[in-house]
């Protein structure tokens, strides 16, 4: 047996995966167990999963492999302080504590954390190499093109290559301070969102505003280039010498200051949301172009970042000239931990690979899970009223008709997802059918803002009745956006007629597939609405003690926690109306 343990922390998504024999046994975010949104301290928590899933101990692993390259990261801060110096000194200071005491000491730090246990190689990998195993290994090709962009990872913040078997070759990069993560950040952070965490309010903004921006943007801040490289024009960028994304020159050619957060949201950070959009997608569009011409690869690989901006996804899919698209359902830094693991083995070791025809990440359920004794110890703790239904059918039947009646019902089932998305078993549901159900579920469960579209999941074999998705193509972990193909689903379609579908099948989540085909049984309808179960500003249920919590403090009507079923109506100091 060899066991591979890879690792991300201490930028932001921490996490850590687990392979054994090079099967993928178990991966999860740190912030799932501490609560904390985008945790980036050392994963212990998810650590402790890992290896309690496989049953070993981490004197037992045989690898562990962290990410990226510190020292090169490192290399990359000192350079660019010293090109903007004396600018700039104010966030190097601040960032030194932290190089100082744990990011250039990472093999202590690693060591530390497995409790001095594992006495093995620590191996670190490239940034970007690590996005590109994790976006061609799982996938389903035997060959691929691989394009990953992101922010930054060492230096290089845009890299594309190809994959052959069980080996990847990146060839092409570009590197920073250009790059196209960064610059639809500073748009993020302009129009008052969260760096790191926000962008995708960004593109759930953009279809309410015009691309009326879109040429000062080409004129001003980016240089685009026929291949699809391209350069900033850093004088209106922050992010080199400051903390800040955006300069005071960035602000006089917009004519306002960066939005407050929370504050109302005006016409231009809605133009300028769909004015970036369009730039950000022209961009990916023309990489994917170049990346076909020099590879003639006619499958393609994404990951990093920007691969979670679906809206782009969709388009390549679309317009692009692959016959098929593989987007690593963790396409961000969280997703780096399962690359690292997954190059030691194919690449490093040289293990043969063989691509299975969904992929190799088993629908991304790879957290973790509680039986039925766990689940009902917790609710009687709380002192909830619960019916345990150990009956799976009729579980679904229950829930179903409860959906059916306009109930929202929170689902928490089998393994957690991997990856910022919820697919089913961490999710909150709903009835596509009904126009009101967007806004009561955005205001009263998931208190967040009004705009925020909703996905549908739907069962595989009906998703070409409502969607305009390429019968080539399907879309489980819900990183694809199409149009929709009537008005039957008003909850989970955009305002610009699009929709960030799920497609659900038996083989990938047996059981959300049969709660779905019970729905559609019921009501003619194959469709759920899906979306996290969280609240606004924390990280998705990881407990069923978070999944209760989350129940009882929202106005959702019903929950479903393993085979129980609660519903709030019933519950003692349920929340006020």
Request: hydrophobic residues 25%; contains cysteine; neutral net charge.
């Given at each position: 047996m060899t066991a591979i343990l890879g690792l991300s922390a201490f930028y932001h998504d921490s996490a850590a995966a687990l392979l054994v024999d090079g099967e993928v046994v178990a991966a999860a975010q740190e912030e799932r167990f501490t609560r904390k949104k985008h945790d980036a301290s050392f994963p212990t928590h998810a650590i402790?999963?890992?290896?309690?899933?496989?049953?070993?101990?981490?004197g037992e692993l045989d690898y562990v492999g962290f990410y990226e390259k510190p020292l090169l990261k490192f290399d990359r801060l000192l350079e660019t302080y010293l090109s903007f110096a004396p600018q700039g000194f104010r966030s190097f200071w601040k960032a030194m504590p932290a190089w100082m005491t744990e990011k250039l000491h990472l093999r202590r730090e690693i060591r530390r954390g497995l409790g001095n246990e594992y006495r093995r190689r620590i191996a670190f990998?490239?940034?970007?190499?690590s996005h590109a195993a994790s976006a061609f290994y799982p996938s389903p090709y035997d060959q691929a093109a691989i394009l990953t962009m992101d922010g930054v990872g060492e230096w290089a913040t845009t890299t594309m290559g190809m994959g052959r078997g069980s080996s990847i070759e990146l060839t092409d990069e570009i590197r920073f301070p250009h790059s196209l993560g960064l610059l639809y950040s500073a748009f993020t952070y302009y129009c008052g969102f969260r760096v790191n965490s926000g962008e995708y309010k960004l593109m759930g903004l953009a279809p309410y505003g015009r691309p009326k921006y879109v040429d000062l943007i080409k004129d001003r801040l980016v240089t685009i280039h026929a291949d699809g490289s391209f350069h900033l024009n850093l004088d209106y960028f922050g992010y080199c010498q400051s903390l800040r994304m955006t300069t005071p020159k960035f602000h006089r050619l917009l004519g306002r200051s960066p939005r407050q957060r929370d504050s109302e949201i005006e016409d231009l950070d809605r133009d300028l949301a769909a004015s970036v959009q369009v730039v950000t997608e022209e961009i990916v569009l023309r990489s994917a172009r170049h990346l076909h011409e020099t590879t003639k690869a006619t499958n393609l690989c994404l990951a990093g970042g920007v691969a979670l901006n679906c809206v782009a996804n969709g388009r390549v899919l679309r317009e692009g000239p692959f016959d098929s698209i593989w987007i690593q359902p963790a396409a961000g830094d969280a997703g780096g931990a399962l690359g690292i693991a997954q190059f030691i083995w194919h690449q490093l070791l040289g293990k043969p690979r063989r691509p299975l025809p969904c992929d190799s990440?088993?629908?991304s359920l790879l957290g973790p899970?509680?039986?039925s004794e766990q689940v009902r110890a917790v609710l009687d703790r709380h002192g909830a009223v619960y019916e345990s239904i150990t009956d799976t059918g009729e579980l679904d039947r229950r829930a179903a008709a409860l959906l059916a009646d306009g109930m929202v019902v929170g689902r928490f089932a089998g393994r957690a997802e991997f990856?910022?998305?919820?697919?089913?078993?961490r999710s909150i549901l709903g009835d596509p059918r009904r126009s009101d159900m967007q806004s009561t579920m955005n205001l009263k469960i998931k208190f967040r803002e009004s705009f925020r579209p909703f996905a549908p999941a739907v069962l595989l074999d009906h998703v070409g009745d409502y969607f305009a998705l390429d019968d080539r193509q399907t879309s489980p972990y819900m990183l694809l956006v199409c149009q929709t193909k009537s008005d039957a689903l008003p909850a989970v379609t955009h305002v610009d007629g699009s929709a960030r579908v799920q497609t659900v099948d038996q083989e990938q989540n047996p059981r959300f597939e049969a709660l779905l085909a019970e729905f559609y049984r019921q009501t003619g309808c194959p469709v759920l609405i899906n979306t996290s179960f969280n609240v606004r500003g924390e990280p998705i249920v990881g407990s069923p003690d978070d999944a209760y919590r989350c129940f009882m403090k929202t106005h959702m009507d019903a929950l479903v926690v393993g085979d129980c079923l609660l519903v709030k109506e019933r519950q003692r100091g349920r929340m006020a109306e």
């Open positions: 402790d999963f890992c290896l309690n899933q496989a049953g070993i101990t981490a990998g490239h940034h970007h190499q990440q088993r629908g899970e509680y039986s990856g910022p998305r919820a697919l089913g078993n």
